[in-house]
């Protein structure tokens, strides 16, 4: 199905059962893999591969602005720790991102008062996103993403000034999604976008816990040639 919204239209879908370049470098990282990751993307490389592995990354975020495809190896899963405050864990401004292939998850903790860290049993945060874009072009297939703070995947604008910069030309497919705390998939400013074949399992905590959430959030964010298809609550 298709739908055009504009500012302030509001679309919640869960439906009960019923072109990137090709690759032309590699990296592949040793035991520091995040850390290595986010290098990677400093330094502009087009392809990274994650290899297998549980790689944790604590109070951090990973950002791009450039073009790049990251590709997990199977058993790869990176998970975000957070200690301090809510951070998205993939987060794109601008430029593209692919993502093929790749599990990740959340952890938030706070210390107790014996100074141990003890994870808050359902947290929820609407700046804490599995993958954030904001004005990109960004393709997410093939993963399953959670247990997350707050989106799955968000498909937003990039702000500043009068005008603000929609994403565009964006694919969320073939995705399991579970266990996230606001909705499975978040487009809130997004110009021709494929969401198909998608499983959103136990989407609940913040409002509106949608499978798929179509919500422009303010009159400069725009959505044009939204397709959901074949998605799975």
């Known amino acids: 199905m298709e739908h ?61 602005d450039g073009e790049h495809w990251i590709i997990c190896e199977p058993g790869a899963h990176i998970v975000q720790r957070l200690t301090v405050a809510p951070l998205n864990l993939f987060e794109v401004h601008g430029g593209k ?23 808050i049993p359902e947290p929820t945060h609407e700046r804490a996103h599995l993958i954030a874009c904001y004005g990109a ?26 005008v603000w910069t929609a994403s565009r030309d964006c694919d969320v497919l073939d995705n399991r999604i579970e266990r996230v705390r606001r909705n499975g998939i978040t487009i809130s400013s997004c110009i021709s976008c494929d969401v198909l074949r998608n499983l959103t399992l136990e989407v609940r905590g913040a409002s509106p816990e949608c499978g798929v959430d179509v919500e422009p959030s303010d009159p400069r964010c725009e959505i044009n040639r939204v397709r959901v298809d074949d998605l799975t609550c």
């Open 4 to 64: 055009r919204l504009s500012a302030f239209v509001y679309l919640c879908l869960c439906v009960s059962l019923g072109s990137a370049a090709e690759p032309v470098a590699f990296v592949r990282a040793p035991s520091s893999v995040l850390q290595d990751l986010q290098v990677a993307l400093d330094a502009g490389e087009p392809v990274i591969v994650v290899p297998a592995g549980e790689h944790s990354l604590t109070d951090a975020a990973l950002r791009s």
């Open 97 to 119: 991102l692919r993502v093929t292939g790749c599990r990740l998850s959340q952890v938030w903790a706070v210390r107790d008062l014996s100074g141990e860290l003890a994870p």
């Open 137 to 162: 072009e960004c393709d997410v297939e093939g993963c399953t993403l959670g247990p997350g703070i707050g989106d799955g995947v968000l498909l937003g604008p990039k702000t500043g000034g009068d």
